[in-house]
C-alpha cells in the first residue's frame, strides 16, 4: 500500500461520545450526537447516529499491520471493556488503503486478526486507486 489510514470507529443510535471516551480512556479525534448539527464538505448537515471515532495519522512508513497494533496500544487492553462497548455499539476499525498503481497486495498475520476478534471490532476495509498525475497530450 502506498498510503494507509487506520479508525476505530464506535457507532449507535443513542451513543454518548463522552461515555465512550471514559471507557476508552483516550480523547476522539471526531465525535457527535445523534441530532447535533455539524459543518460537512456538502454543507451544514444533522449527525444522523451517534459516532465516536479515534484517527491514526496517514503514514506511508508503516504497513496496515503496524497501523492496527500502533492505534489498539492506545486502547484498553481490558477485554471486558470491549464487551460492554460493543453489546451496546457498532465498533468497526476503518482502514483505507491507497494504491498508486494497479496490483498490489496485503497479508495480516493471524495474531493481528486474533487482536480484532478478542475484541469483537470489524474490520472494514477501503481500497482507493489513486493514479498519478499525468500531463495532458497537447
Given at each position: 500500500?502506498?498510503?494507509?489510514?487506520?479508525?476505530?470507529?464506535?457507532?449507535?443510535?443513542?451513543?454518548?461520545?463522552?461515555?465512550?471516551?471514559a471507557?476508552?480512556?483516550?480523547?476522539?479525534?471526531?465525535?457527535?450526537?445523534?441530532?447535533?448539527?455539524?459543518?460537512?464538505?456538502?454543507?451544514?448537515?444533522?449527525?444522523?447516529?451517534?459516532?465516536?471515532?479515534?484517527?491514526?495519522?496517514?503514514?506511508?512508513?508503516?504497513?496496515?499491520?503496524?497501523?492496527?497494533?500502533?492505534?489498539?496500544?492506545?486502547?484498553p487492553?481490558?477485554?471486558?471493556?470491549?464487551?460492554?462497548?460493543?453489546?451496546?455499539?457498532?465498533?468497526?476499525?476503518?482502514?483505507?488503503?491507497?494504491?498508486?498503481?494497479?496490483?498490489?497486495?496485503?497479508?495480516?498475520?493471524?495474531?493481528?486478526?486474533?487482536?480484532?476478534?478478542?475484541?469483537?471490532?470489524?474490520?472494514?476495509?477501503d481500497?482507493?486507486?489513486?493514479?498519478?498525475?499525468?500531463?495532458?497530450?497537447?
Amino acid at each position: 500500500m502506498d498510503e494507509v489510514t487506520v479508525s476505530l470507529r464506535v457507532s449507535a443510535a443513542d451513543l454518548d461520545p463522552g461515555t465512550v471516551t471514559a471507557e476508552l480512556g483516550i480523547r476522539p479525534t471526531f465525535s457527535a450526537r445523534r441530532g447535533d448539527r455539524r459543518a460537512s464538505k456538502a454543507g451544514e448537515i444533522t449527525q444522523r447516529t451517534g459516532v465516536w471515532i479515534l484517527e491514526l495519522a496517514e503514514s506511508t512508513e508503516w504497513q496496515l499491520a503496524d497501523g492496527i497494533t500502533t492505534l489498539l496500544t492506545k486502547l484498553p487492553k481490558d477485554l471486558e471493556v470491549w464487551r460492554n462497548l460493543t453489546s451496546k455499539a457498532s465498533v468497526d476499525l476503518y482502514c483505507g488503503l491507497h494504491l498508486a498503481d494497479w496490483n498490489r497486495g496485503l497479508e495480516l498475520a493471524p495474531g493481528v486478526l486474533g487482536l480484532l476478534a478478542e475484541r469483537g471490532i470489524a474490520l472494514h476495509l477501503d481500497i482507493y486507486y489513486d493514479p498519478p498525475d499525468t500531463e495532458a497530450d497537447v
